[in-house]
């Protein structure tokens, strides 16, 4: 029998570079074909054949409030029928930038763009400008969208696919690039002692969230903020994935350390491409049109993608919003940690707000080392089993999963009564 699924997934390989519009989305990792989806509503999600699945992928974020949130499709109805786009500016921009600023203290003003890979070369483009300097530093494992400067040993697709970096990136074009292990605090004073006054800027994922999930050491982020502010290099915290994901506050809040520049994405789009970068007043005001840093996008700030933001914002600000969501987010985990457990195989797992990290070795992993030692034939077994459960999970050892607001008492028993069934089950294959 062939599905509809397979035969889509035969027709979209010739006429699409490996059957997807982002690498991610191939199970090259996992093996199999990739599922096409064809609705979504709340924590569930159709594929093509009609077949349900309980979805923590959340589009690879964005989806907090799970899919088609009535008050956010309202949101967007209600925008495009006025008009799509108007490359001129309007009041919903002025309001959701009120709002991002009054969100996250450390951000005075922010300039909105299409994609958080925009929005991260952007910044790095306007720390160079601001600093008059040329190289930066990033770590391994942390993944700032495809720019080439950025594209250093990059982790998420790159990383699935095997390849450090990717082929056509000019070796000058990476030349300034520092890379350094995350939480290697002595790695980082290492390159401030070496290259300090040299240095632009620092660009770090909070929580990094694209080698899987890895946490920051109790002062990792407190480091780097300290040799920044020594050698007047600029703080760039990417929060494409975790701002209103982690917390109201976003990982700045949660870990209390205030970036210079930050990026946004994912969630601020509410599901549409939009995202941002914002930061301290002085340094945002070096950009065009006030200052010589040019950036530029036809639909930055596009009408429709900033109402489904803005109406998404709104929500997330209601009151024990993300304390329920971290709560679910931590019973899943625990619950499949326990499911592994009764079953005596290698597995831990932990969670930040509403993302988490599930992870085939005996302990959680504090760097991109640890996390390639993880066990990636348990996990695409696990993947593969759950999925035939209905159960959606990042197709990659190497990505962080996503908890919704939608995800209630009932989806998270179906998860976890999976999950001991296909535990119940390992050693049989
Ligand atoms: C997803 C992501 C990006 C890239 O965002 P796109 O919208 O896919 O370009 C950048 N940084 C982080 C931390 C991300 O998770």
């Given at each position: 029998m062939t599905s509809r699924n397979h035969q889509l997934f035969e027709q979209s390989q010739q006429y699409i570079p490996g059957g997807v519009n982002s690498p991610v989305r191939a199970f090259k990792s996992v093996g199999g074909d990739p599922v096409f989806f064809q609705r979504g509503a709340g924590a569930y999600f159709w594929d093509a054949d009609g077949k349900s699945y309980i979805d923590y992928v959340g589009s690879w974020g964005p989806l907090i409030l799970g899919h088609a949130y009535p008050d956010v499709i309202k949101a967007v109805q209600a925008v495009a029928e006025n008009g799509l786009t108007f490359g001129a500016p309007t009041e919903a921009e002025l309001e959701i930038a009120q709002l991002i600023c009054q969100l996250i203290p450390s951000i005075e003003q922010v300039r909105?763009?299409?994609?958080?890979?925009?929005?991260?070369?952007?910044?790095?483009?306007?720390?160079?400008?601001?600093?008059?300097?040329?190289?930066?530093?990033?770590?391994?494992?942390?993944?700032?969208?495809?720019?080439?400067?950025?594209?250093?040993?990059?982790?998420?697709?790159?990383?699935?696919?095997?390849?450090?970096?990717?082929?056509?990136?000019?070796?000058?074009?990476?030349?300034?690039?520092?890379?350094?292990?995350?939480?290697?605090?002595?790695?980082?004073?290492?390159?401030?002692?070496?290259?300090?006054?040299?240095?632009?800027?620092?660009?770090?994922?909070?929580?990094?969230?694209?080698?899987?999930?890895?946490?920051?050491?109790?002062?990792?982020?407190?480091k780097l903020r300290s040799l920044c502010t020594q050698s007047g290099s600029v703080l760039i915290f990417d929060e494409v994935m975790t701002g209103f994901r982690v917390g109201l506050g976003c990982a700045q809040g949660l870990y209390q350390i205030k970036p210079d520049l930050t990026t946004l994405g994912k969630v601020i789009g509410g599901g549409m491409p939009m995202a941002a970068f914002g930061g301290r007043r002085d340094i945002m005001q070096c950009l065009a049109p006030l200052g010589p840093v040019y950036q530029a996008g036809t639909l930055s700030g596009n009408p429709v993608a900033v109402a489904a933001g803005l109406a998404t914002l709104k929500l997330v600000q209601a009151p024990g919003f993300y304390e329920k969501l971290e709560d679910r987010t931590q019973q899943l985990v625990d619950g499949i940690t326990a499911a592994a457990d009764n079953h005596g195989i290698d597995f831990c797992a932990q969670s930040v707000g509403g993302m988490f990290g599930l992870y085939f070795r005996k302990d959680i992993p504090t760097s991109f080392a640890e996390v390639m030692q993880c066990n990636k034939e348990a996990f695409n077994r696990f993947f593969h089993a759950m999925l035939n459960e209905g159960i959606y999970f990042a197709p990659s050892a190497f990505e962080a999963g996503f908890v919704s607001s939608m995800h209630g008492d009932n989806e998270l028993n179906k998860t976890l009564s999976a999950a001991e069934k296909v535990f119940e089950h390992w050693q049989d294959k």
């Open positions: 909105l763009v299409s994609s958080g890979t925009e929005a991260g070369m952007s910044a790095i483009r306007l720390a160079r400008g601001f600093t008059g300097r040329s190289r930066i530093i990033k770590f391994e494992g942390c993944y700032h969208g495809h720019d080439d400067a950025l594209l250093v040993k990059a982790g998420s697709g790159a990383l699935t696919f095997g390849h450090p970096s990717s082929a056509g990136v000019p070796a000058e074009t990476v030349g300034h690039t520092i890379v350094l292990d995350y939480n290697d605090i002595a790695g980082i004073e290492a390159a401030f002692n070496q290259w300090g006054p040299e240095i632009a800027a620092v660009i770090v994922e909070p929580v990094a969230g694209n080698m899987n999930l890895v946490a920051p050491s109790s002062d990792f982020l407190a």
